[in-house]
């Protein structure tokens, strides 16, 4: 399996194209995407509130690639107002899962309500995690989850109020590293580039890939150069990294 981090130039806008562009990063990258490869859309990239036609170009775009999308999120109309959610699909378009942000942000709780549904999944056979944003700061909603994830997939849309990203880049990167060392975990995160067009904040362009099995620091966390990042996770290693940490008495869920 291998794992595509996107960070596009997106635009908070109804009618902005911004699945063409996630679909343009991935071309001008020069990545032909696998079966088993896994694509991490950013969150809320999508500005309708149509949630099928929501899960339907995600559905698509699984097909068109032929690889598992994780599909970012959207703030999606329901009983009582909105939820910001978001599906995960196979290469054929097969629907695997849904999952909701369960702590909105700062003034995105006006748009939307808190959700209700954690992003436990299943794909090609590894169990998957997906927490929306600002859930990944929040660890106790990692230990509620039924089973200790193989991979935690962190849909972003950042914003900061400092002049520059370099805050919130350090933040998210710590933040990533300290996850995945704790919980034995590869951690990857797609967001909106820098340049992306975003109501009043800036994105800070913060995706990137922790990789707990890492011994030269620099890997630790690894930010996308660019707007993708292709990375193969090796099962095999990060089940000797837990082996390693449960021998030591220093493992969560042993």
């Given at each position: 399996m291998?794992?595509?981090l996107?960070?596009?130039?997106?635009?908070?806008?109804?009618?902005?194209?911004?699945?063409?562009?996630?679909?343009?990063?991935?071309?001008?990258?020069?990545?032909?995407?696998?079966?088993d490869?896994?694509?991490l859309?950013p969150?809320?990239?999508?500005?309708?509130?149509?949630?099928?036609?929501?899960?339907?170009?995600?559905?698509?775009l699984a097909?068109?690639?032929?690889?598992?999308?994780?599909?970012?999120?959207?703030?999606?109309?329901?009983?009582?107002?909105?939820?910001?959610?978001?599906?995960?699909?196979?290469?054929?378009?097969?629907?695997?899962g849904?999952?909701?942000?369960?702590?909105?942000?700062?003034?995105?709780?006006?748009?939307?309500?808190?959700?209700?549904?954690?992003?436990?999944?299943?794909?090609?056979?590894?169990?998957?995690?997906?927490?929306?944003?600002?859930?990944?700061?929040?660890?106790?909603?990692?230990?509620?989850?039924?089973?200790?994830?193989?991979?935690?997939?962190?849909?972003?849309?950042?914003?900061?109020?400092?002049?520059?990203?370099?805050?919130?880049?350090?933040?998210?990167?710590?933040l990533?590293?300290?996850?995945?060392?704790?919980?034995?975990?590869?951690?990857?995160?797609?967001?909106?580039?820098c340049?992306?067009?975003?109501?009043?904040?800036?994105?800070?362009g913060?995706?990137?890939?922790?990789?707990?099995?890492?011994?030269?620091?620099?890997?630790?966390?690894?930010?996308?150069?660019?707007h993708?990042?292709?990375?193969?996770?090796?099962?095999?290693?990060?089940?000797?990294?837990?082996?390693?940490?449960?021998?030591?008495?220093?493992?969560w869920k042993?």
């Open positions: 291998r794992l595509l996107v960070q596009p130039v997106l635009e908070a806008h109804p009618r902005a194209d911004n699945l063409g562009a996630v679909r343009a990063a991935v071309r001008d990258a020069g990545v032909v995407p696998e079966p490869d896994v694509l859309l969150e809320h990239w999508s500005f309708e509130q149509d949630g099928v036609r929501y899960r339907e170009s995600i559905r698509t097909r068109e690639l032929g690889c598992h999308v994780v599909g970012g999120s959207q703030h999606e109309a329901c009983e009582g107002g909105a939820v910001n959610a978001g599906v995960a699909c196979t290469s054929d378009g097969t629907l695997v849904r999952y909701e942000k369960l702590r909105p942000y700062a003034t995105e709780r006006e748009a939307v309500r808190a959700g209700r549904q954690l992003g436990e999944l299943e794909i090609a056979g590894r169990r998957v995690l997906v927490l929306v944003c600002a859930d990944f700061w929040f660890a106790d909603l990692i230990q509620t989850a039924t089973h200790l994830p193989d991979v935690v997939l962190v849909p972003a849309l950042s914003v900061s109020r400092k002049p520059t990203p370099e805050y919130s880049r350090a933040l998210w990167r710590h990533a590293v300290a996850r995945a060392y704790e919980y034995g975990v590869y951690v990857g995160i797609s967001d909106w580039a340049a992306s067009k975003v109501h009043v904040l800036s994105a800070s913060v995706g990137g890939f922790a990789d707990p099995t890492a011994t030269d620091p620099a890997a630790l966390f690894v930010p996308i150069a660019g993708v990042a292709v990375h193969a996770l090796d099962f095999d290693r990060l089940d000797a990294f837990r082996t390693d940490r449960r021998q030591r008495g220093f493992f042993p």
